[in-house]
């Protein structure tokens, strides 16, 4: 998947349809041809376009932009941008100024160039039979035939031609960034656990189940104070062997008093109610693998033991599970940079708060004026769980009661007016539901790997700008 908004579920809606040149690759295969103009504001471009001549010398092209060895042609742009601004205008979706447009739409095709050169370099190849199977899920995802769906995309003003060929294009920019980079992401039951914690609120902590090893020395109540005094003695020679390296399974095996010796002391992992508290203050402290730094003081006698691992508790009924709220939410998205300064947009925001306050329609202001792909939809992108948004935007909309409106909320993509329309507790069983939060952190995490990587390829790249103003190079 390609960089979101400050939202995930949106983007795997077959029936969403992107609607502004500000989303940032926020491409589904459904819009390839209206998300391809998503804006990355990048250095606004250089001079007087570059021509490119026949053998007889007559001017047949001229070059927008050179990336590596290879160009973007003022043909290609602009055939880019009439179709952008066809797609916004069915959509009555506002269409930027000329010159923002066509700077934005050249940057992204930039960032396209360079992936597609980089899946080429990576040996990335995506056949005409994937291509195909793509282009009938789409027309079944529209309840269409593959006919009537290609005659819907050429009336509407995209060429059949063009837009298989960016279908390979956003199969292939798809094939790149897994291999790039969300193969590469991992999820700790760590993050997961604190994930859910965040979500049940201040002071709650998911429940972490522990793995623990032990070694019992026995010094049962109604023991001598020399038994006591030995048992402890013998104990603490253990803990030395165990912190100066020593194989815990083997000493465990070798010295341990408890049933589970011969499994080396493993007690496998235990929610901490089933253990005894002595162990769970002592977890507590460690760090997996490390062995607790003192003998502990038992019932049974003295105990040296290790924390081998933690995770996120499993056990137990849906009803039993940590709660992850859901949140059904939309928005009104006013971008910043060029052309819109920041005190212009967020002054825009405030005075249409204040019409829906004063019994405005916000689905119809978030149609009329919102930059982002819900814009179609009224600024609605449905249910939202944890960890889906931007943390500006997830703070602000988890600040607000049923129906409240927020000031502008300033995040990486613009300003937002927030509105929640309702909240819910995600159903499922308790796998399903740490599934989720799982999946949540693994795409926030997911989406910032692939913002550095595409930041890092960017800048690899040799590329000069040819239209706009001054010959620009960046290398």
Do not use: C
């Not at 990048?42 to 007889?56: F, I, Y």
């Not at 798809?174 to 291999?179: D, F, G, M, N, V």
Request: no cysteine; proline share 4%.
């Amino acid at each position: 998947m390609r960089k979101k908004g400050p939202w995930q579920t949106v983007a795997n809606r077959p029936e969403t349809f992107g609607a502004s040149v500000a989303i940032v690759n926020k491409v589904r295969l459904a819009t390839l041809v209206a998300a391809l103009a998503a804006a990355v504001l990048l250095p606004a471009a250089p001079a007087s376009a570059q021509a490119l001549r026949n053998q007889t010398g007559q001017t047949v092209d001229s070059v927008a932009a050179v990336v590596n060895d290879d160009v973007i042609t003022v043909r290609e742009l602009d055939g880019r941008v009439g179709l952008i601004e066809r797609r916004l205008a069915q959509q009555h979706a506002p269409v930027p100024p000329q010159d923002q447009l066509r700077a934005q739409v050249l940057n992204q095709m930039v960032l396209e160039r360079i992936q597609l050169e980089k899946a080429k370099e990576d040996g990335i190849v995506v056949d005409d039979a994937a291509v195909q199977k793509t282009l009938q899920r789409l027309a079944a995802a529209n309840n269409l035939s593959l006919d009537v769906y290609r005659a819907r995309i050429e009336a509407e003003g995209v060429p059949w031609s063009v837009f298989t060929r960016d279908a390979r294009n956003e199969l292939t920019l798809s094939k790149l960034r897994e291999k790039e980079v969300d193969s590469k992401v991992t999820v700790s039951d760590a993050e997961v656990a604190n994930y859910i914690a965040s979500q049940r609120g201040p002071g709650a902590r998911a429940q972490q189940d522990l793995r623990i090893e032990h070694i019992l020395v026995k010094a049962p109540a109604g023991a001598s104070e020399a038994d006591v005094a030995a048992a402890q003695k013998k104990a603490e020679a253990i803990l030395q062997q165990a912190k100066g390296g020593a194989k815990f399974e083997t000493l465990a095996k070798q010295n341990s008093q408890a049933a589970d010796a011969a499994k080396g002391g493993d007690l496998g992992f235990k929610a901490p109610s089933t253990l005894p508290a002595p162990f769970v203050t002592a977890a507590a402290q460690l760090r997996p693998g490390e062995v607790n730094p003192d003998v502990i003081r038992t019932d049974a006698g003295f105990e040296v033991m290790r924390l081998v691992d933690r995770r996120v508790g499993v056990g137990g009924s849906a009803a039993d599970a940590p709660k992850l709220v859901q949140t059904h939410v939309r928005h009104i998205l006013l971008r910043v940079g060029e052309g819109q300064p920041e005190a212009g947009a967020r002054q825009k925001l405030l005075e249409i708060r204040q019409q829906i306050e004063a019994g405005g329609d916000f689905a119809k202001f978030a149609s009329t004026y919102s930059q982002d792909g819900s814009a179609s939809q009224g600024g609605d992108l449905g249910w939202i769980s944890p960890g889906e948004t931007v943390p500006e935007f997830e703070r602000a909309m988890n600040n607000l009661k049923d129906g409240e409106i927020s000031e502008p909320v300033r995040s990486e993509y613009g300003y937002h007016l927030i509105q929640v329309l309702g909240r819910r507790e995600a159903e499922g069983s308790v796998q399903q539901q740490l599934d989720l939060a799982r999946q949540a952190i693994g795409q926030r995490k997911a989406e910032q790997a692939y913002a550095d990587w595409l930041r890092q390829l960017r800048d690899s790249a040799y590329v000069q700008y040819k239209i706009g103003g001054a010959v620009a190079q960046q290398q």
